[in-house]
């Protein structure tokens, strides 16, 4: 069957969430909390807008995501007060990394006031939270200054390549790729540090931009990231045959731009490290390094620390999850700090998730094309 044949159900999974009870137990924060396969909580993603600019065909196609299409009513929205109160309580927990998400976050009004919010929480040590965010990069040219100076620490910018045609078609809004780029090195002049590109790999559609990409942001400071095109969602008509394994990645790039691998510099680290070689063959710390995300091929489920809260208050313990755990209605009720705090822990202490482990033995209707979120709803 030809692609625009391809009928696709969508079920709104936004819908099916589980009820949070207040726990008669308290679980008093201690900084370290595991789940029931021993992943301690670090990393907290959190979705701050549904809507996006942009509609890539993996992530919003547009048969779906058009002008139809339901998106979350302003109320159902957590506040920056509420983000902000429940992200003190997983912070409590041992989450040190904060980044914000979406759909596309820099379309959330006065976004600067959230990250000034978040960037003011302190980690049971004392220490400021590594706080990052996710974009397509349309908005960062005009963005950038406001976002640093509001305390956001690093900026990841979304990236399928440098030919204007297929950028253009990627992101299905013509929108040019000079205008990401203006916006990636207005963000190096406000003084983000840390700044990378993820470029979701496509066979067939944009693997032949991975040696231009990695020209273009060799020996910048800036780290490339390969990702694998995943399964996320049910509306993006996902194929086995469109992804690009990583080891693919690495071989094309070994034969032009040659790359040594490195050590994880963190553990849950999502990306493998390669470094750039010099003339002896080994790192050249001046050339900077790539990553490759191998979310397909080489699931990294075990040491997976990461919580996703969604747009309206939901925990999702697994990017591939079909529900959420409800949080807004519990701050939205009574709940103490205490009991949100105790909350968290319980959902997270009886957490299994290790889809991208399993995807290959799950039964059809859980596995490639099952009921699934939407990446755009609880973010990447
Ligand atoms: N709109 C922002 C952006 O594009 O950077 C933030 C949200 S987006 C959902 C977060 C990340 O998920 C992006 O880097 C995007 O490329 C990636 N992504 C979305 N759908 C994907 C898919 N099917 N496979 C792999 N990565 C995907
Ligand atoms: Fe929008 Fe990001 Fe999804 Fe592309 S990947 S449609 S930019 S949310
Ligand atoms: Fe974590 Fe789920 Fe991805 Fe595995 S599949 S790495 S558990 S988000």
Redesign the pocket.
């Known amino acids: 069957m030809p692609m625009t044949d391809r009928v696709i159900p969508l079920i709104d999974q936004r819908l099916i969430s589980l009820k949070t009870a207040l726990p008669a137990q308290h679980v008093a924060p201690t900084g370290l909390l595991h789940d029931s396969l021993h992943r301690p909580l670090r990393d907290l993603r959190i979705?701050v807008t549904d809507r996006?600019n942009?509609r890539?065909s993996?992530?919003m196609p547009k048969s779906v995501f058009d002008k139809d299409y339901q998106y979350l009513p302003q109320q159902s929205l957590l506040s920056f007060e509420e983000i902000t109160r429940l992200a003190g309580q997983f912070v409590a927990h041992g989450v040190q990394k904060i980044r914000l998400?979406?759909?596309?976050?820099l379309l959330r009004k006065n976004l600067e006031v959230l990250i000034a919010q978040l960037a003011a929480l302190r980690t049971p040590e004392g220490q400021p939270l590594d706080l990052t965010l996710?974009?397509?990069?349309s908005l960062l040219a005009r963005k950038a200054k406001g976002l640093k100076d509001a305390g956001l620490n690093r900026v990841?910018?979304?990236l399928?390549g440098l030919d204007d045609a297929i950028f253009r078609q990627m992101n299905d809004v013509d929108f040019p790729v000079a205008d990401v780029l203006a916006g990636i090195e207005a963000a190096q002049r406000a003084g983000l540090s840390d700044i990378k590109v993820?470029?979701?790999v496509k066979r067939g559609t944009n693997d032949h931009e991975i040696v231009p990409m990695a020209r273009h942001f060799r020996a910048t400071g800036i780290t490339l990231r390969f990702?694998?095109?995943?399964?996320?969602?049910a509306t993006?008509g996902?194929r086995m045959d469109e992804v690009l394994p990583s080891a693919d990645v690495i071989k094309q790039l070994q034969a032009e731009l040659p790359v040594v691998p490195l050590e994880p510099s963190a553990p849950g680290e999502t990306a493998q490290r390669w470094g750039y070689a010099g003339a002896d063959g080994a790192h050249d710390p001046s050339l900077g390094e790539v990553g490759v995300i191998s979310?397909v091929t080489q699931a990294f489920c075990g040491t997976c620390n990461r919580a996703r809260l969604s747009t309206e208050g939901q925990l999702y313990l697994c990017l591939f999850a079909s529900q959420g755990h409800d949080l807004r209605s519990l701050i939205r009720g009574s709940a103490s700090d205490a009991q949100l705090a105790s909350a968290i822990a319980h959902i997270w202490q009886g957490r299994t998730d290790r889809y991208s482990a399993l995807r290959s033995s799950l039964p059809a209707d859980v596995g490639a094309g099952g009921r699934r979120v939407e990446?755009?709803y609880i973010?990447?």
């Open positions: 979705s996006c942009f890539c993996y992530c998400t979406g759909g596309e976050p996710t974009t397509n990069g990841t910018v979304s399928d993820n470029m979701v990702i694998e095109y995943m399964d996320v969602g993006n996902w979310s990446m755009s973010g990447g």
